[in-house]
């Protein structure tokens, strides 16, 4: 993992954007000007930011797992400096959870957008899908890979499409936009789409397993760097964004989140907005309303614990 910094001031609380490492790389959170989760909060007030930059798997990385991925984290956030401020995209969303419940004392507030933390709240097509499909088939991608996942092989489970009028309602455009800059944004983000991450095995299919199978965060039975979480302890204010319309990820899937932390409802936010999975990080209209009010949320002084 690369840690980028996109700071203006060396001193201060400090907010790391946990990135989603499944499939696209971490310019997720900062795709182009007027598209740009790292933009939306910096106008909002926040000074000192950074992203994770989770790598592509290679041979050397293949074994990794959960727990890797856990310790990098753990790892940057005390070089910044807790407690920090964490926010969760998407499958950066579990992790973000799981690391918070670890380490409590590490997370001052955390932030969870269209992220899959309860899988038996409600159906969506991504956990449709890995519901449907016998463990045995995504232990056979691994040995096809050679214990690397390849990004490119498991990209249309996801069913997100990257044509040009998708890219469109993803990215959400004014209607105004010259049409030269509107069509290179959308170039841009088909090749973003289509420029996926390999995962390494262990990781994928701990994923799957306990994740998605076996529910393992909403079960209470998440072991995370050698100690069972506990999100009964964790007591940290936290915001939860979904999309109304997530092709992927379902508003329930994520809202439960609030049923199984410790966190007081006063200390607790929900925010949905009308859109699919991907506006959530890239849609200028997502950008300017719920990811301004999460600037501020970070920002201001709540009552509570």
């Not at 797992?65 to 910044?80: R, T």
């Not at 590490?106 to 499909?133: H, N, T």
């Not at 209607?175 to 983000?189: H, V, W």
């Not at 899937?253 to 990080?281: D, M, N, Y």
Request: net charge negative.
């Amino acid at each position: 993992m690369r840690l980028r910094n996109f700071s203006i001031e060396a001193s201060g609380a400090a907010t790391l954007i946990c990135a989603p490492y499944a499939l696209h790389g971490a310019t997720i959170a900062d795709f182009a000007p007027g598209h740009s989760v790292v933009e939306a909060l910096s106008q909002g007030g926040l000074s000192r930011m950074f992203v994770t930059d989770w790598r592509s798997a290679t041979p050397e990385t293949r074994y990794f797992s959960i727990d890797s991925y856990l310790a990098d984290l753990n790892v940057a956030v005390d070089e910044l400096g807790p407690p920090v401020d964490l926010i969760g995209l998407c499958q950066g969303g579990w992790l973000a959870l799981v690391y918070a419940a670890r380490f409590p004392k590490k997370v001052r507030r955390l932030v969870l957008v269209g992220a899959p933390i309860d899988i038996a709240a409600a159906e969506s097509p991504l956990s449709r899908f890995v519901a449907d499909v016998p463990l045995r088939m995504f232990d056979e991608l691994v040995r096809e890979g050679k214990g690397i996942v390849h990004g490119d092989r498991i990209l249309g489970p996801w069913g997100i499409s990257s044509g040009f009028n998708d890219a469109e309602a993803v990215l959400q455009n004014p209607p105004d936009l010259d049409t030269a800059r509107g069509r290179a944004l959308c170039d841009r983000f088909r090749q973003w789409y289509a420029e996926t991450l390999n995962l390494p095995g262990i990781f994928y299919l701990q994923v799957v397993k306990w994740i998605f199978k076996e529910n393992r965060i909403a079960e209470r039975c998440f072991v995370a760097l050698g100690q069972q979480i506990d999100l009964a302890q964790l007591r940290a204010p936290i915001c939860l964004l979904a999309a109304s319309n997530d092709e992927v990820i379902s508003v329930d899937q994520l809202f439960a989140t609030t049923q199984l932390v410790g966190t007081p409802a006063e200390l607790l936010e929900k925010i949905t907005e009308p859109c699919g999975h991907l506006s959530l990080f890239l849609g200028t209209r997502v950008l300017d309303g719920a990811w301004r009010k999460i600037s501020h949320w970070l920002g201001s002084e709540l009552k509570g614990p």
